[in-house]
């Protein structure tokens, strides 16, 4: 049985509930938690508040935090396999997507650990009034709580762990309660590298119980959320309740312009891996295909010949190119998106149902999908899918692909493909998203700011930028002469 991680002990819920956790493939179990609920949350909780209080985790040098971050990197580097393994297990997705994974997570507490004691410093000011000092310094928010989703479940903890301990806070987080395996890995490994007791806090269980509990408690000055618009709306309520700190990372529906200038075998290749990579149950797949109109027949003819060719199965073959859907439920929820993409007068080009190759009937494959004759209007084009499905719109001008773009109450990523790199600067210019590639698509790094425009979030993650989301600015003003004023006479 898979505990929960408060003030330093591995604890089993009281009311006894558990969860089985099933392999998407082919329904097994692979493991049991135990899940907690309101009581739970608040211990953990208070636990966060305690060694935030007492300890002294965000007093000490920076510099040493940065240290057992680093350990943290080791540890994770150290049972890479074992940790990917889990992740393909839990999720589906092929062991070389989850390898590739666990390097980026292990990059990214890398980076946040070598950030330490270079990016937490303050900054003199030049005080404006005579025999004074003035400085800002940067200090921990306190109590973070942190939500996450189960497309990228151990990816999506690191960019949220990783600056949070750097920065000097303590923490909560709770994983989806359908993909915890990785994360409560990675909190057996901060055990061993030796955060001190109730700095670092796992609780397991649903979202509208645990995860409300820790978006709404008043012992917490912030909540990261990654995951559905919905949700993420439900967390800001709870939120206000004391004016919590806000990070939200929400969905996306992200358009790809294909201008016919661009190399056509390359644009081909890239929309490709825009949507159907991890099954398109990636917050940033470039689900909305925009292409010029003298190219959209050939185009779509070469993306349904290669869609046709993409090898479903295990993701512990070698040969598999996509695994299945992360649930049932999920299945269900993009079954009913493609039936109203019919309805609605889309046309199928490749897809479109559950497979029928009897290999596949235990798991939750869904098709590779391209659906033409899409307009904007469709809900099919608006709503995010996160299946693999794309929407193929066509332009006739620069203009008219903008205006697409950035049609859509999203604004997390898009893509834009053309030789003519002033007509992509131009576009880049007009595009409302928080990340726009240029002849690429779905790249990201430590290095650089990850968020969104409009509804797909508040704050960045990753990046400088993914530190400060976690520090207070403090001004501190010292008068160097003090003297009484007399205004009061
Ligand atoms: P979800 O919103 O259903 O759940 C995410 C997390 O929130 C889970 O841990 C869940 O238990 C919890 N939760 C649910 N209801 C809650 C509540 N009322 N209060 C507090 N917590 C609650 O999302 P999901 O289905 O797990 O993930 C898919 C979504 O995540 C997609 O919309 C995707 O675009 C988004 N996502 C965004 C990014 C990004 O960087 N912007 C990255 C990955 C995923």
Redesign the pocket.
């Known amino acids: 049985m898979k505990k929960m991680f408060i003030n330093g002990e591995w604890v089993e819920s009281n009311s006894g509930s558990v969860r089985h956790i099933i392999n998407p493939y082919n329904q097994e179990v692979i493991a049991t938690v135990s899940e907690g609920d309101i009581d739970e949350t608040k211990n953990a909780i208070a636990a966060a508040r305690k060694a935030f209080n007492e300890s002294d985790w965000s007093t000490i040098p920076a510099i040493e935090r940065g240290k057992v971050v680093h350990k943290i990197a080791d540890l994770i580097e150290r049972d890479r396999d074992e940790l990917a393994n889990l992740e393909s297990l839990d999720t589906g997705k092929t062991v070389a997507e989850s390898l590739m994974d666990m390097d980026d997570i292990a990059a990214v507490f890398r980076y946040y650990a070598e950030m330490a004691d270079k990016e937490a410093d303050g900054e003199i000011i030049n005080s404006p009034i005579p025999n004074s000092t003035s400085k800002i310094v940067r200090e921990p928010v306190g109590v973070c709580a942190q ?6 479940p151990l990816l ?1 903890a690191s960019w949220k762990l990783a600056p949070a301990l750097v920065a000097g806070n303590t923490l909560v987080m ?4 359908i993909t915890p395996l990785t994360s409560i890995k990675v909190f057996e490994l901060m055990e061993e590298a030796g955060i001190p007791k109730g700095v670092v806090n796992l609780v397991l269980g ?3 119980s645990v ?2 509990e ?2 709404s408690n008043n012992d917490v000055d912030l909540v990261s ?5 919905e ?1 993420g709306k ?2 800001m309520q ?1 939120a206000s309740s004391n004016v919590k700190k806000l990070a939200l ?4 529906k992200n358009p790809n312009v294909i201008f016919a200038d661009a190399d056509f075998e390359t644009a081909v290749d890239q929309a490709m891996n825009a949507v159907f990579f991890h099954a398109g149950q990636v ?1 940033s797949a470039g689900t909305r295909l925009i292409v010029e109109e003298s190219i959209h027949d050939q185009f779509v003819e070469s993306l349904v010949d290669r869609a046709k060719n993409i090898q479903l199965g295990s993701g512990f073959e070698e040969s598999t190119q996509m695994g299945p859907l992360i649930s049932k439920e999920h299945l269900n929820k993009v079954i009913e998106y493609v039936e109203r993409g019919k309805q609605e007068g889309v046309t199928v080009a490749v897809g479109g149902s559950v497979p029928n190759d009897p290999e596949l009937q235990k798991g939750f494959f869904f098709l590779p999908t391209v659906l033409t004759d899409c307009t904007t209007d469709m809900r099919v084009v608006q709503d ?1 899918g ?1 299946g693999p499905v794309i929407t193929v719109e066509k332009f006739a001008t620069e203009e008219e692909a903008v205006q697409l773009a950035n049609d859509s109450i999203y604004g ?1 990523s898009g893509g834009v493909f053309t030789n003519d790199i002033a007509k992509a600067e131009r576009c880049v210019a007009k595009m409302r998203m928080g990340t726009v590639w240029i002849n690429d698509v779905n790249l990201y790094f430590p290095q650089a700011p ?1 968020g ?1 425009y409009k509804q ?2 508040i704050g960045r993650e990753l990046g400088k930028t993914g530190l400060e989301e976690y520090q207070e600015i403090k001004h501190v003003f010292h008068n160097l002469k003090p003297e009484p004023l007399n205004w009061f006479k």
Not at 225 to 229: E, H, R, V
Request: aromatic share 12%; proline share 8%.
């Open positions: 939500i996450t989703p189960w497309n990228y999506q709770k994983p989806s309660e649903p979202g509208e995860g409300n820790m978006a959320f990654t995951g559905g618009l949700t439900k967390i709870a990372e929400l969905g996306g917050c995010e996160f997390l990850w969104g797909s979030g």
